[in-house]
C-alpha cells in the first residue's frame, strides 16, 4: 500500500534499523541487520508483484468478481494482509449480490461506495448467493482475525450477515466497525 501510494516501501528499512540501533537488541526479535535484510527482501518481493494486486483491483472495479478474487487470492500467497484479505472478501460478497433478491437494507461495502448490498427475500436464494457470500464471510473473518480493530473488515464482515439473515451477528459487528472508525456510519 505504500508503493501503491507512491512511496518508495524500502525506505521502512533504514528506519526499522535506526529504531532498533536506539533501543537495542530484543530477546523477542533477530538482530536489527537479520530483520532489516527480511524486510528488505519481503518488500522487494511485493513490490515486484504489486501488478498482481493491481490486476486484481482492476478486476473488482470492472465488476468481473471471480477473477478479482482468483487473481487477489494469489496475491495473498505473497503478501497475507488484513487489506488484500479484505479485498478478497468484497469480491466474493460482490459476486454473491449477482445472485440476491430485491433488497432489504442498503449498506455498503467499505472498498466501493458505489456498492449496495442486497439480502436474500422471500424465496430461496440462489445457491450461489450462499456460496459466494460465505466465501466472503470466510475472508473478512481472516482479515478481522489478522487485525481485530480493521474496520473495513468488521464492517463487511457485518454487511454479509446482513445479507444472510443473521441480525445479531451483523449488528456485533458494525457495531465494532463503527467504535474501531465512526465515519463508517453513514
Not at 77 to 101: C, D, N
Request: glycine share 6%; net charge neutral.
Amino acid at each position: 500500500f505504500a508503493a501503491l501510494a507512491g512511496y518508495r516501501p524500502a525506505a521502512a528499512v533504514p528506519l526499522l534499523t535506526t529504531v532498533v540501533a536506539r533501543t537495542g537488541p530484543s530477546p523477542l526479535h533477530p538482530d536489527a541487520r537479520a530483520r532489516g535484510e527480511a524486510v528488505r527482501e519481503q518488500i522487494g518481493e511485493v513490490v515486484q508483484h504489486l501488478e498482481v494486486f493491481h490486476l486484481g483491483l482492476f478486476l473488482l472495479g470492472t465488476g468481473r468478481y471471480l477473477e478479482a478474487a482468483r487473481v487477489l487470492e494469489h496475491f495473498l500467497t505473497l503478501f497475507p494482509s488484513r487489506e488484500v484479505l479484505s479485498a478478497v472478501g468484497v469480491a466474493y460478497h460482490k459476486e454473491a449480490l449477482r445472485y440476491a433478491s430485491e433488497p432489504e437494507f442498503s449498506h455498503l461495502l467499505v472498498i466501493d461506495a458505489s456498492t449496495r448490498a442486497a439480502p436474500p427475500k422471500g424465496a430461496a436464494p440462489h445457491p450461489a448467493f450462499k456460496r459466494w457470500l460465505e466465501r466472503a464471510v470466510h475472508y473478512y473473518t481472516l482479515a478481522v482475525d489478522a487485525d481485530p480493530s480493521y474496520a473495513p473488515a468488521l464492517n463487511n464482515l457485518g454487511a454479509a450477515y446482513l445479507d444472510l439473515g443473521d441480525r445479531d451477528l451483523a449488528l456485533g459487528h458494525i457495531n465494532r466497525a463503527l467504535k474501531e472508525d465512526s465515519r463508517l456510519a453513514s
